[in-house]
């Protein structure tokens, strides 16, 4: 079972993460990464409520890894590194405007009081999901010379949604219980903001963006224009999960 946790309530002080020489090259080391990150960061920083997610995520892809789970175990493990290596870039910016635009909203967000742990896991999530996948399934494909297209790939990809949709609903229900029991508007309101997100369909829309960003892949100016939208897609739904309620 994926454990999500991730401390509430007063002020967030943030703390600068570890520096690192070079990107990661394995499952493992991704997890490691995190792990440091998450030492490093107060509970109750956004960030690190993502990342706590995060961690649970590739520990249940590394098992998997090693049992035979996946038909193309290093095709996917390629693709989890140069994945997490793009959140790893966004975490390393030494200043909010310094990310990704997708990433900015948690970044310049995550100190903030009044908005609740869930609220910027799943922001995290989408925005790794929505913008960093895309961009990564079609850089590891280019690096692995086959389309995204190719059979395998595309099952393996499914696959992993057993695993990040166990990921969201613990998310979800670690706030949602004592929402419950509250019994407070707040936590109501929380509740129904999150509730317009959907895990599955930010995977269908990442396929989507990832085969049209494969189809212009030779085409620079048609990519900065896609790409460039894409971030501003995702930070604008970032932004709504990040609402003080």
């Known amino acids: 079972m994926l454990m ?6 007063g002020s967030r002080v943030i703390v600068p993460s570890p520096s690192a020489d070079s990107p990661i090259t394995s499952v493992d080391e991704a997890i490691a990464r995190m792990e440091a990150l998450d030492k490093a960061w107060p509970a109750g920083d956004g960030l690190a409520c993502f990342n706590r997610m995060y961690i649970g ?3 249940q892809i590394a098992q998997r890894l090693s049992q035979g789970f996946f038909g ?19 975490a390393d910016a030494a200043e909010p405007a310094g990310a990704p635009s997708a990433w900015q909203p948690l970044l310049y967000r995550r100190a903030d009081a009044g908005i609740e742990p869930v609220q910027f896991a799943l922001a995290g999530m989408n925005t790794h999901i929505s913008h960093d996948l895309p961009i990564a399934i079609t850089a590891a494909c280019a690096e692995l010379s086959f389309a995204p297209t190719a059979r395998v790939f595309r099952d393996d990809y499914e696959k992993i949604d057993q695993v990040l949709d166990a990921a969201e609903q613990s998310a979800r229900e670690s706030f949602e219980s004592g929402a419950i029991l509250a019994a407070d508007a707040h936590l109501r ?27 212009v892949r030779d085409l620079p100016v048609a990519r900065e224009l896609l790409l460039a939208s894409l971030g501003q897609a995702v930070a604008a739904t970032s932004q709504l999960l990040l609402v003080a309620l």
């Open 4 to 9: 999500f946790g991730c401390g509430t309530g």
């Open 72 to 90: 193309d175990p290093a095709t996917m493990t390629h693709l989890d590194v140069v994945f997490a290596n793009l959140y790893f870039d966004a």
């Open 189 to 215: 309101a929380v509740i129904n903001l999150i509730a317009n997100w959907n895990l599955n369909q930010a995977r269908d829309v990442a396929w989507n963006t990832a085969l049209a960003l494969w189809e």
């Open 57 to 59: 995520v590739m520990q």
